[in-house]
């Protein structure tokens, strides 16, 4: 049997991550997204075809960085595996096969994700005939640092990364690396392009959380005063179906909390009321597990198990 390297944690950040990744671009301006899967045992392929926010059709294979590294204050390192093994003697050769069977599968883009829990925190829409250029330039810088002594802790070649060729999002220990990347002409930084869905692109999950105004703590006989609030709109079609869909009961498998009166139960939105206000991205919670969806030590498996329900009542798998 080959050994498993991967827990069941990284399976489930995955799901969730890959399920973020269409409200994602949708806030972005894309439009016509279409999230395309092929199962591998447990791994998965992911291909989004969507319209850009200039008007251009595209294909986008998805690649996720395996890692996020937390080496200071800043951002860390993050680095996705392009290819599992390649021939050491030539990886050029590999890496230029690896870009022609995306061209062979219709691929104009390679998307290049990293996540932090249920948030999107970069991503390289990289054209797809840059690929192995790009790669070949973090390798080369690579070598070049590690030659001049000035790498950090590291003492192999990043890209190469054993003969596992690899592309770098971002490392603070040597940055000119990851600079190869998004200095590259078509290289495009999606968390960068302006969020369509609303004026005021911060969350405010909180207003999901019934009689939770931090604003209005404290004192008796306050004084009255006009508060302008910007908030994410939702659709009260879809609150009125999840708590329809849940027939009164606590969607989180294993709870089945429930009271007769209404408005007992939340609508929590697992990933984010900006990112997606769908009956599929949506579930009927008690007040006890909605804040443990939000606040518990274990919220992000949490909300991975949530999503799996959820994605259950997708136009796609009710077909």
Same mark, same amino acid.
């Given at each position: ?30 439009? &016509? ?35 996020? +590294? ?28 690896? !870009?022609?069977?995306?061209? $062979? ?8 994700? !990293? ?8 991503? $390289? ?19 070049? #640092? ?29 940055? &000119?690396? $990851? ?13 960068? #392009?302006?969020?369509? &869905?609303? !004026? ?16 209005? #703590? ?8 006009? !508060? ?12 009125? $179906? ?5 027939? +009164? ?15 007992? #139960? ?54």
């Amino acid at each position: 049997m080959p050994r498993e390297f991967r827990t069941e944690e990284s399976y489930q950040a995955e799901k969730v991550t890959r399920a973020s990744l269409v409200p994602f671009l949708e806030e972005r301006g894309f439009s &016509s997204v279409d999230d395309r899967r092929k199962k591998y045992g447990k791994n998965e392929s992911q291909t989004i075809h969507a319209v850009d926010p200039s008007g251009h059709a595209v294909s986008m294979r998805v690649k996720l960085c395996w890692r996020l +590294g937390r080496e200071g204050k800043g951002r860390g390192y993050s680095a996705a595996q392009l290819l599992a093994k390649v021939d050491r003697q030539n990886p050029d050769r590999d890496m230029e096969d690896f !870009q022609a069977k995306l061209v $062979a599968d219709r691929v104009s883009h390679l998307l290049v994700v !990293q996540s932090d829990g249920t948030s999107v925190i970069a991503a $390289a829409s990289i054209p797809v005939n840059s690929v192995a250029e790009i790669w070949r330039a973090q390798r080369d810088e690579s070598a070049r #640092l590690l030659e001049m002594g000035v790498a950090g802790r590291r003492k192999s070649n990043q890209a190469l990364n054993g003969d596992s060729p690899t592309i770098w999002l971002s490392d603070e220990k040597v940055p &000119s690396i $990851a600079q190869k990347l998004w200095q590259h002409p078509g290289v495009v930084d999606l968390v960068k #392009l302006p969020v369509l &869905s609303t !004026q005021n692109p911060s969350d405010d999950t909180f207003n999901d959380l019934a009689g939770l105004d931090l604003a209005l #703590l404290g004192r008796d006989q306050g004084k009255r005063f006009q !508060q302008i609030v910007s908030g994410v709109k939702r659709d009260p079609a879809v609150r009125r $179906a999840v708590i329809k869909r849940c027939n +009164g009961t606590c969607e989180r498998p294993g709870c089945g909390a429930g009271r007769a009166y209404p408005g007992f #139960l939340d609508v929590h939105h697992i990933l984010g009321a900006e990112k997606s206000d769908r009956l599929w991205t949506c579930v009927a919670l008690c007040p006890n597990c909605h804040r443990e969806a939000h606040f518990s030590p274990e919220s992000d498996q949490l909300n991975a198990e949530l999503l799996e329900f959820a994605r259950r009542f997708s136009p796609s798998k009710t077909r």
